[in-house]
């Protein structure tokens, strides 16, 4: 048994050796390591500019959409001013239009199932 083929193929490394071996691979783990952070420090970065550029795009819109609609209320507001008969007019009519509407639905339907 003391004749083992494994041992005499394999050749013996040292405590020493193998040491140096995992260091180096340990450094060299370090160094890919490093890449990654690098790589992922850009990637993070392009995104942060990217998501910038959306809010600023957005709130560029959003500050020409709210000035549109103040500009048109305004108007609106100032006809209403002017006007206080001709709108109340609308509004009553678009009440009476309403509830003929409503009627005409209800007498539509069968007279069966109603609430009253």
Do not use: C
């Amino acid at each position: 048994m003391a004749d083992d083929p494994n041992e005499s193929a394999a050749p013996r490394v040292t405590q020493r050796e193998a040491q140096e071996a995992l260091e180096k691979q340990v450094a060299q783990l370090k160094r890919e390591i490093g890449k990654i952070n690098r790589t992922l420090a850009e990637r993070a970065e392009e995104a942060v500019e990217e998501a910038n550029g959306w809010y600023d795009s957005a709130t560029e819109r959003a500050s020409r959409t709210a000035q549109a609609l103040r500009s048109r209320a305004q108007s609106v507001s100032g006809v209403v001013h002017d006007n206080p008969g001709t709108v109340s007019s609308a509004f009553i009519l678009g009440g009476a239009a309403g509830l003929l509407l409503g009627l005409a639905l209800g007498a539509s339907e069968p007279r069966r199932e109603r609430w009253f």
